[in-house]
């Protein structure tokens, strides 16, 4: 349980207790389903995290809504997309092994998530670690229509590790992850995976040829 959840189930109940004491016990239902929907929401589930070389794992839960070639610097790029709803779990894992070597807040819109142009538009954390093959890897919290807030908790430097839970985007949100053109995509589009424990990508590693 993501303690978010507690603090906001607490703060409910104690509205609760409020309109039972000031009003009809009945109007202290709506407080009471919000508390028992944050506690819900907020949950934090325990995966079995895959062990494969080079394996790439989902950052949350939801559902792939594109995988597609794009361009950085120049250069091409596997970018596959995550949608998340308000009922998939929201606390973010590390895709892989590695150093973050650079990380950057940007704030902007709240379009919906499912929309293409939220992905450089919207409010969004992103995150590029380098594996210790070498691998560059980019992981970007995109806040969607609902969300307000990106939590990141690791600092640029940090040695992250594959399934690490690293933060959460609270309510509807995105996560997009984007790999060396050399991935292995192992998902497709409509395809709904768990973040930590679903294999998203194989990346190269030493010795493959």
Known sequence: MVRDGIYYALALVAVAVLIVLWTSPLLALLPLL???FFLWFFRDPERVIPTVPGAVVSPADGKVTSVSTIQVAGQPRTSISIFLSVFNVHVNRSPVDGVITALEYRRGKYLNAMNPASAELNEQSICSLVTSDGQP????QIAGLLARRIVFNPKSGD?????QRIGLIKFGSRCDIILPISAKVLVAVGETVKGGSSTLAILPVQ???
Request: glycine fraction near 14%; charge should be positive; proline fraction near 0%.
């Open 34 to 36: 919000l508390a028992a």
């Open 137 to 140: 890897v980019v992981f970007k």
């Open 159 to 163: 040695r992250l590790t594959r399934g």
């Open 207 to 209: 010795g493959d040829h």
